[in-house]
C-alpha cells in the first residue's frame, strides 16, 4: 500500500471564468477575459496600477455588480447577472475598503452589528461573536466609542470586525490599509492576516503595496484589465 | 434597537430640518383637528337644535337649507292629530340682525316647544311666551350682547320686542338666539301659514316607519327623516364635513410635502451610507422600512404635537366670549384616530419616491467614487 505525501487541494470558492466589464456603454473597458480562481484559506493580493481593474474584479467577486461577459461562482454556485446578491453579502462574503465606510453617528459596537442586524443574527450570538472578534482586533475597549473618536487605524480595525461579523468564509479587500500610515499599516494587516488564517477565510486583496502583498500567499499582476500571475 | 437607532441617528443629524418637517405635520394637523371640531362641534349644535325631545323632523322634499323649506300649518294639525304621535312642534328659522350682531338665528316655535320646557329660566316664565305677540325670549348670551333683561325692549331687525324671559340652554345656537311666538315670527319673515320644520316625538320609536310613510302618502312635498339620518344625509351638513376636512386635507397636504422634501434630502445626502448597508446586507426592504420608519416617526411626533397645539387652540376659542356657547371643545376619538392616521399616510407617502430612490442605488456605483 502507497500513501501519497501531497496534501489536497483546497475546495475552489471563487471562480472567474473569462470575465468580461467595461462602463459608460462599452467606452471603458476595464476587465478584459479574466480568468480568475480562489481557493478556500488561501491569500491572494491583485497588485497592479490604478484602472487596471482590481477593484472591479473585486466587486463582481462579490457580487456587487454583474459581468458583461463570462461567469462568476462563488462556493461552487454561480452568480446571477443582476441576481439578488442578498445571502452572498450576508453569509458568504465581507468587504472591507480603503475608507473604513463606518457609520458617524453610531459605536464601534453599532457599526459592527450592523451586518448581524441585516441578517437577522440572534442577538447573543451577534454579541459573542462581536466580543471574539473585538478582543482579537484589541478593540473591546473600544465598544462604546463614536466612530469620530476612533483612530484610523482602530477605524480600519473596526471595518475588519464588521466584514468578519457573520463568518464569511470570503474576505474581498480593497485597499484595507491604503489610508494609513506605514506602521499603522503594517499592524492591521498583521492583524487581517492572523484573523483570516485562524478563521479559514479566503482572502483576496487589491493593494498597491508590493511590500503587504507579499505577504500573501498569492500575488496576481493585473495589467489593462487581464491577469498576468506570476508562477 | 439598531435599526431603530439608525432611523433616529439619521433625524438628529439633521435636527432642524427635522424639526421643520415635524413643525409642518404639526401645524397640518392642529389645522384639520381644530378645523373639523369646531365644524363637526356646529353641525352636532344644529342637529341637536332639531333633536330636542324629539325622534323625526318634517321638511320640504329637496330643500337646500332648512331656511328656505316650507311647511303647511295645516300639516302640522293633521301630523299632530295622528294617534302614534305624541307631540309635533312647528319650528320656524330666521335669521336676524341687531346693531351690533349682524347674524341671530330666531326661532319661531309653539309655547309647548320642548326648548323652551327644558331650558333654565334665569328671568321670566315659561307662561309669559306667547301671551305677547312681540314679546320674546331671548338665549342667555344673546341677552348679554343684547344687554337686555326682562322687560326691556331690544331691536331686532326692524322692529322692537319685549324681552319676556331669558332662558339658559347647553346649544350655542339656542343660547344665542331668539325665541318668538311662531305666529309673530311668521308674520316678521313673511311666512305665515308656514313652518320651516316640524319635530316629532312618537309614542313608540317603532311607528317610526308607519310616520314616514304616512307623511309620504300624505304629503307627498316633505319628507320624514330620523333625526340620525337626517344629520347624515343633509347636504349643508355633508358640505361643511367636506369642507372641513378637505380644508385639513390641504394642510396635510404641505404638510407631507414638507416630509417629502426632508426624507429626498435625507436620502441625497447619505448615498454612499446606504451603499455601504447594502453591501453589508441590508435588503431593499429594510432599506425602504428604514426611510419610511424615519418619515412616520416625523409624522407621528407630528401628529401628537399637533394635537397638543389644536387642543389648545380649541380651548382658546372656547374662552372668547363672543364664540361661548359656540365652540365644542369635545374632541371625538374618532376625529383623533383619523387626523393622525391621515398624518402617517401623509408622512409614509412622502417618503415615497426617497424611498424607491434610495431602493435602487447600486452599491457598486456609490462606492466607486471614494
Not at chain 1, 205 to 212: E, F, I, N, V
Not at chain 2, 10 to 21: A, D, E, F, G
Not at chain 2, 120 to 146: C, H, Y
Request: contains cysteine; hydrophobic residues 45%; charged residues 20%.
Amino acid at each position: 500500500m502507497t500513501t501519497s505525501n501531497r496534501s489536497p487541494t483546497p475546495p475552489i470558492v471563487l471562480l472567474a471564468t473569462d470575465v468580461w466589464k467595461s462602463y459608460d456603454d462599452g467606452a471603458i473597458a476595464v476587465l478584459r477575459g479574466v480568468n480568475f480562481t480562489g481557493f478556500q484559506g488561501e491569500t491572494v493580493a491583485l497588485c497592479g496600477p490604478s484602472g487596471c481593474g482590481k477593484s472591479t474584479l473585486l466587486h463582481l467577486l462579490g457580487g456587487l455588480d454583474s459581468p458583461d461577459i463570462g461567469r462568476i461562482a462563488v462556493n461552487s454556485r454561480e452568480l446571477k447577472p443582476f441576481g439578488n446578491p442578498l445571502h452572498l453579502l450576508r453569509h458568504e462574503v465581507g468587504f472591507v475598503f480603503q475608507l473604513h465606510n463606518l457609520i458617524p453617528d453610531l459605536t464601534l459596537e453599532e457599526n459592527c452589528l450592523i451586518p448581524t442586524v441585516a441578517a437577522g443574527l440572534d442577538r447573543k450570538a451577534a454579541r459573542d461573536r462581536l466580543r471574539e472578534l473585538t478582543d482579537r482586533t484589541g478593540l473591546s475597549h473600544r465598544l462604546g466609542s463614536k466612530i469620530q473618536k476612533l483612530s484610523g487605524g482602530e477605524r480600519q480595525r473596526t471595518a475588519l470586525c464588521r466584514a468578519l461579523m457573520n463568518k464569511p468564509r470570503i474576505l474581498l479587500a480593497d485597499e484595507p490599509t491604503g489610508s494609513l500610515d506605514e506602521s499603522t499599516s503594517a499592524m492591521v494587516f498583521d492583524l487581517l492576516l492572523e484573523i483570516v488564517a485562524n478563521e479559514g477565510v479566503t482572502l483576496v486583496m487589491a493593494t498597491h503595496d508590493r511590500t503587504l502583498a507579499a505577504r500573501c500567499g498569492r500575488l496576481i499582476e493585473m495589467r489593462d484589465g487581464s491577469i498576468h500571475e506570476p508562477f | 434597537m439598531i435599526f431603530l437607532k439608525l432611523i433616529v441617528t439619521n433625524l438628529l443629524r439633521h435636527r432642524i430640518r427635522s424639526l421643520i418637517s415635524i413643525a409642518g405635520i404639526a401645524f397640518s394637523v392642529a389645522a384639520m383637528l381644530t378645523i373639523v371640531t369646531v365644524l363637526q362641534g356646529a353641525v352636532e349644535m344644529f342637529s341637536g337644535i332639531l333633536s330636542s325631545d324629539s325622534q323625526i323632523i318634517v321638511f320640504e322634499r329637496n330643500v337646500s337649507d332648512l331656511f328656505f323649506s316650507s311647511v303647511p300649518s295645516e300639516a302640522v294639525q293633521t301630523i299632530s292629530s295622528w294617534p302614534i304621535v305624541q307631540h309635533a312642534d312647528p319650528v320656524l328659522f330666521g335669521i336676524v340682525s341687531s346693531s351690533d350682531h349682524p347674524i341671530i338665528t330666531c326661532f319661531g316655535i309653539t309655547d309647548a316647544d320642548a326648548r323652551l320646557r327644558k331650558a333654565s329660566w334665569i328671568g321670566g316664565t315659561r307662561e309669559d311666551f306667547g301671551k305677547d305677540p312681540n314679546g320674546v325670549v331671548l338665549g342667555q348670551r344673546a341677552a348679554e350682547f343684547m344687554s337686555a333683561t326682562v322687560g326691556k325692549t331690544v331691536e331686532i331687525g326692524h322692529a322692537a320686542f319685549h324681552v319676556v324671559g331669558v332662558i339658559k340652554t347647553a346649544n350655542g345656537f339656542e343660547d344665542g338666539g331668539v325665541f318668538m311666538p311662531l305666529s309673530s315670527a311668521q308674520a316678521f319673515f313673511h311666512k305665515e301659514g308656514s313652518s320651516s320644520v316640524i319635530t316629532i316625538k312618537l309614542r313608540s320609536k317603532e311607528d317610526i316607519p308607519e310616520l314616514k310613510a304616512s307623511v309620504r302618502r300624505s304629503y307627498p312635498s316633505l319628507v320624514a327623516l330620523e333625526d340620525e339620518e337626517f344629520t347624515r344625509s343633509y347636504s349643508q351638513f355633508k358640505i361643511l364635513k367636506a369642507t372641513a376636512w378637505a380644508v385639513g386635507g390641504c394642510g396635510l397636504l404641505l404638510g407631507g410635502l414638507g416630509v417629502a422634501n426632508t426624507m429626498i434630502m435625507s436620502v441625497f445626502t447619505r448615498i454612499r451610507e446606504i451603499a455601504i448597508l447594502r453591501v453589508n446586507g441590508f435588503s431593499p426592504g429594510q432599506i425602504a422600512t428604514m426611510i419610511f420608519g424615519e418619515s412616520a416617526l416625523v409624522s407621528v411626533f407630528g401628529a401628537v404635537v399637533g394635537l397638543l397645539i389644536g387642543t389648545a387652540f380649541l380651548f382658546a376659542l372656547k374662552l372668547i366670549p363672543a364664540l361661548h356657547g359656540y365652540v365644542d371643545t369635545s374632541v371625538q376619538p374618532s376625529v383623533v384616530v383619523i387626523v393622525i392616521l391621515l398624518a402617517l399616510m401623509t408622512g409614509v407617502t412622502g417618503a415615497l419616491y426617497p424611498a424607491v430612490y434610495a431602493t435602487r442605488i447600486r452599491a457598486v456605483e456609490a462606492l466607486r467614487f471614494e
